[in-house]
Every structure is written in structure tokens, then in C-alpha cells.
């Protein structure tokens, strides 16, 4: 085998590897929140313990592409893709990070009534997730129109933590044995506010995949 056939070979497994880390990501941050909107503990307990899975990946990540640089010493796009993509898998391992740390808050939680506000923490979900299943399409097609549109949602998810925030201090404020909950679902408002940033720094690394120079999409 020639060395850019092998060289190509290991890429695409570095590829599918980031790929399956995305996919898990992603998954486990959609389940962190169902398993805090339905009060499942048992669900939240399994994140927490899966999370493993996620971190060994991006270590394997991180080392192949470290061993393909030390042997192959690429330049041009395919150093590109090899730095975008292990930039790009930290930024989806955070992402199970935050994941993790809906799970725990949706067991310090518990069976409590929810305040009001749990609704937008149900509409940051859907547009997060959105942001980062869709910046993945854009990432495998190699398109940065759409990686405009992503990072131009992130602007949607800024507001809606703005204000989610605003009113859960006056739930606290006009009942404080409420403070507790609210402390706890601020810090998952939080959490899915950085993961959508997360989506937009994967869009902005496709920019710099694409064109050979950084952007930063979202101004």
C-alpha cells in the first residue's frame, strides 16, 4: 500500500471515530434532559456511568491523529483536517461533559415539582440539539453555507437563556424555598448554552477546514 492510500485509510478512521463521538454526544445530551423533564434517575445514574465511553474515544482520537502527524507530517488541507478534527472532538466531548451535568442536576432534582420556566428549557433542547445534529450533516458535506445558518442560531439560544435566567431569580426572589431548583436548573440552562456554543465553534472550524483561514461566525 502507498503511502498516501495508508494515509488516507487512517484518516477516514480518525473520521468515522470523530463521527461516532459525535453521535453519542449528542444522544446522551438529548437523554440528560429527558431524563430531567421526566424524573427518571435511573436514566440519569446510566449517563453518568457511560460517560466513560465518550472520553475513551477522544483519547483514541486524539492519539491517532498525534501518531498520523508524527509519521505522514501533513500539510496543507490534510493538516487542516487533522487539527479541525481534533479540536472538533473535544468540543463534542464537552459536550457529553454538559450531559453528565444535566444528569446530576436531574437527580439533585428529583421527584420536585417543576417551576414554570421548564418549558424554555425544553425549547433551548430542541434548537440545541438541532444546532448540533445539523452542523454534523455540514461537517461530513463539507458545506459552510450551512455551517452559517448553525452558528446564526446560537443568537436564538443566547436569548432564550437571557431571559429563562431572568425569570427563574424571580421565582427565587418571590419564593425562596424555590432556590434550590432554581440554582440547579440555571446551571442546565447553563449547560445547554455552552453546548450550543460548542455547535458553532464545530461550524467555524469547518470555515477553517474549507477556506484555510478562521472566522468567527457568530459576531
Sequence with gaps: MVVREKFELELNGVHEQFLLLSNLSISTLNKSIDALLNQDVDIALSIIENDIHINRLEEEINDRVILLLAKQQPVATDLRRLIVLIKAAHDMERVGDYAVNIAKEAIRIGKAEFVPTIKN????????????????????????????????????????????????LLVGSENPKLLSQVTQLSFVCRYLERSADHAT???????????????????
Design 121 to 168: 428549557i425544553e425549547e433551548m433542547r430542541t434548537i440545541t440539539i438541532g444546532m448540533l445534529t445539523d452542523v454534523m450533516k455540514a461537517f461530513i458535506d463539507e458545506n459552510i453555507e450551512e455551517a452559517r445558518k448553525i452558528a446564526e442560531l446560537d443568537d436564538k439560544v443566547d436569548n432564550l437563556y437571557g431571559q429563562t435566567i431572568q425569570q427563574l
Design 201 to 219: 465553534n464545530i461550524a467555524e472550524q469547518l470555515f477553517y477546514l474549507v477556506k484555510g483561514r478562521h472566522a468567527e461566525l457568530n459576531k
